[in-house]
Nanobody
Framework: QVQLVESGGGLVQAGGSLRLSCAVSGNPYGYYAIGWFRQAPGKEREGVSCINGDGTTYYLDSLKGRFTISRDNAKTTVYMQMDNLKPEDTAVYYC?????????????????WGQGTQVTVSS
């Protein structure tokens, strides 16, 4: 059973940075790709980034260059560095299992989710 625990959310001014962390357990050898999703008020949840077992990374096209996903060598912590944050980045961010599907973006077909962490960007 994969368990995911996020940390690092908070309140930041526009143009600032945050780093989210996700502690991963129950995922030996990085069998599942792990990534980040977000859900803003009144909007559908969307896949933001994903890193698979061999370290290949995937991003929501609109966020490339501002968000960077990485992980530690033990594959027990996944990070997402968020730079030049904008008010429209305000959302609950979820760590989750993921996959990148051509033409459909980053999805979570395995249905493991963290509890979410709030990111609020003020203008």
């Amino acid at each position: 059973q994969v368990q995911l625990v996020e940390s690092g959310g908070g309140l930041v001014q526009a143009g600032g940075s945050l780093r989210l962390s996700c502690a991963v357990s129950g995922n030996p050898y990085g069998y599942y790709a792990i990534g980040w999703f977000r859900q803003a008020p009144g909007k559908e949840r969307e896949g933001v980034s994903c890193i698979n077992g061999d370290g290949t990374t995937y991003y929501l096209d609109s966020l490339k260059g501002r968000f960077t996903i990485s992980r530690d060598n033990a594959k027990t912590t996944v990070y997402m560095q968020m730079d030049n944050l904008k008010p429209e980045d305000t959302a609950v961010y979820y760590c989750a299992t993921c996959g990148d599907f051509t033409g459909r973006g980053i999805l979570n077909p395995y249905d493991y989710w963290g509890q979410g962490t709030q990111v609020t960007v003020s203008s």
